[in-house]
């Protein structure tokens, strides 16, 4: 079980660096994915999902009025 959430996280933070990228249309830095992780870090999977859909709104939203 605690291998399926470590997994989980590991992939919604992929996820999430990501969707930053494509936002920022640059790789980010280290101190950049530092960061991001250290914030996320703090939050549930609930709490991580709930960002996460919220990055990928943002994206798809800016990218329409691109």
Known sequence: MAEFKTQDRENT???IYSILE?????EMHQKEY???????????QEDRTTILNMLKELTNK???ID
């Open 13 to 15: 933070m992929r996820e």
């Open 22 to 26: 494509g936002g920022l249309q640059r």
């Open 34 to 44: 530092k960061l991001v992780s250290e914030w996320v870090s703090g939050f549930n």
């Open 62 to 64: 800016h990218i329409r």
